[in-house]
T-cell receptor
Framework: KQEVTQIPAALSVPEGENLVLNCSFTDSAIYNLQWFRQDPGKGLTSLLLIQSSQREQTSGRLNASLDKSSGRSTLYIAASQPGDSATYLCAVSKETSGSRLTFGEGTQLTVNP | GAVVSQHPSRVICKSGTSVKIECRSLDFQATTMFWYRQFPKQSLMLMATSNEGSKATYEQGVEKDKFLINHASLTLSTLTVTSAHPEDSSFYIC???????????FGNGTRLTVT
């Protein structure tokens, strides 16, 4: 059974700092990995999707890397802003449709002004 | 862009009653919809997968007679929590996907409180 772990569970940083969120998964036979953002009491917003054949994806200040063989992914956030405060979830899929997801428990990020 | 609408956003009900949650794809045909449950400070757990016009596939440990899922059209799936108990109080989120390699979209969730 696939298990996804995210470290740290919570993180508080001052505005402007660069930071790294970590995600690990036990079964490396994945089709893709996604990073999501969840604001309190809200649904999920997809941030980055990395196919199993890819090593990284970038969108603006966000960069996600994937090391499939070691079962790890990182989400790098550059020049953090208070608006980045949210819970960040990592999810993997084994299916080619990429839609049946196993989620980690998330990292709750607080960026202080 | 594509939007998934989930309704209601919040609902409070009494023990023993049933509650229906709707998930609609607004500008695409959702051939597959997924229902997740999220307890406070925990991850999203997949409850079931529904394909339009067929019976839902439930994950292990999820009672199909308690959580009734109907995906009668390509734009609507409903989750009915029957005979609700306080332990069913949770955040329920749906996601929807079109055909092929189309992306997955999530609703904004429904906070269910059973008193």
């Amino acid at each position: 059974k696939q298990e996804v772990t995210q470290i740290p569970a919570a993180l508080s940083v001052p505005e402007g700092e660069n930071l790294v969120l970590n995600c690990s998964f036990t079964d490396s036979a994945i089709y893709n990995l996604q990073w999501f953002r969840q604001d309190p009491g809200k649904g999920l917003t997809s941030l980055l999707l990395i196919q199993s054949s890819q090593r990284e994806q970038t969108s603006g200040r966000l960069n996600a890397s994937l090391d499939k063989s070691s079962g790890r992914s990182t989400l790098y956030i550059a020049a953090s802003q208070p608006g980045d405060s949210a819970t960040y979830l990592c999810a993997v899929s084994k299916e080619t449709s990429g839609s049946r997801l196993t989620f980690g428990e998330g990292t709750q990020l607080t960026v202080n002004p | 862009g594509a939007v998934v609408s989930q309704h209601p956003s919040r609902v409070i009900c009494k023990s023993g009653t049933s509650v229906k949650i709707e998930c609609r794809s607004l500008d695409f045909q959702a051939t597959t919809m997924f229902w997740y449950r999220q307890f406070p400070k925990q991850s999203l757990m997949l409850m079931a997968t529904s394909n339009e016009g067929s019976k839902a596939t439930y994950e292990q440990g999820v009672e199909k007679d308690k959580f009734l899922i109907n995906h009668a059209s390509l734009t609507l799936s409903t989750l009915t929590v029957t005979s609700a108990h306080p332990e069913d109080s949770s955040f329920y989120i749906c996601s929807a996907k079109g055909q092929g390699s189309s992306p997955l979209h999530f609703g904004n969730g429904t906070r269910l409180t059973v008193t």
